[in-house]
């Protein structure tokens, strides 16, 4: 069983940065595709940052494209989201998931968000962003 811990969540003011760990244990491969979640308060949950831990291709939602970094430290078991140029909308309760994918060719499959329902999940952790 896939276990999820989050951490590194608080509060920020707009404009600045935040990194948010996932740590991970239970992986039986090397082969999964590991992603960032967000909610807010009457929201959907949107995936916005996507791993694929076989080789560590990377995919983003347009809305954290080019300000959030999703990497992974394969040594630690650890997944990062590295957060700058933070806005008040990035405010929501973000949560890692991951899902066994098998050998694929890269990130793009792992933005297949549906895959992750039935996986794992961590508890979550709040960003609060002020102006």
Not at 37 to 61: K, L
Not at 85 to 107: H, N
Request: a negative charge.
């Amino acid at each position: 069983q896939v276990q999820l811990v989050e951490s590194g969540g608080g509060s920020v003011q707009a404009g600045g940065s935040l990194r948010l760990s996932c740590a991970a244990s239970g992986f039986t491969s090397i082969h999964n595709c590991v992603a960032w979640f967000r909610q807010a308060p009457g929201n959907e949950r949107e995936g916005i940052a996507f791993v694929y831990t076989g080789d560590g291709s990377t995919a983003y939602a347009e809305s954290v494209k080019g300000r959030f970094t999703i990497s992974q430290d394969n040594a630690k078991n650890t997944v990062y989201l590295q957060m700058n140029s933070l806005k008040p909308q990035d405010t929501a309760t973000y949560y890692c998931a991951a899902f066994p994918s098998g050998r694929v060719s890269s990130a793009d499959y792992c933005t297949l968000t549906d895959f992750y329902e039935t996986h794992s999940w961590g508890q979550g952790t709040q960003v609060t962003v002020s102006s």
